[in-house]
C-alpha cells in the first residue's frame, strides 16, 4: 500500500508535469489537443492521490488502520459533487 510520504511525493510529481506541460504548450511545443488530453489525465490521478489521502487521514482520525484504504477508480472520483 501507499503510504502518505509516496502519496505527496506522487503528487509533486504530477503538478511538476502539468507545469511543464504548460510551458512546453506556452512555448509551441505542444499542441492545443495532446496538451488537453494529458492535462485532463492529470486532473484524473491527482484527484485519486488526493482521495486516497483524503481515506487515510479519515481512517487515521478514527483508529481504523490507514492501510485499509483503497485508491478509487478515476471514474468514481471524478463523479465526486463539490
Known amino acids: ?38 492535462l485532463r489525465a492529470l486532473e484524473v490521478e491527482l484527484d485519486q492521490c488526493w482521495d486516497l489521502l483524503r481515506q487515510r487521514r479519515a481512517k487515521r482520525e478514527f483508529g481504523d488502520n ?6 478509487r477508480s478515476g471514474d468514481v472520483v471524478e463523479g465526486y459533487l463539490n
Do not use: C, W, Y
Open 1 to 38: 500500500m501507499t503510504d502518505d510520504k509516496s502519496l505527496f511525493h506522487r503528487i509533486d510529481e504530477l503538478v511538476a508535469e502539468e507545469h511543464e506541460l504548460r510551458t512546453k504548450h506556452a512555448a509551441g511545443d505542444v499542441n492545443d489537443d495532446d496538451e488537453r488530453t494529458r
Open 66 to 71: 490507514p492501510e485499509d484504504a483503497t485508491a
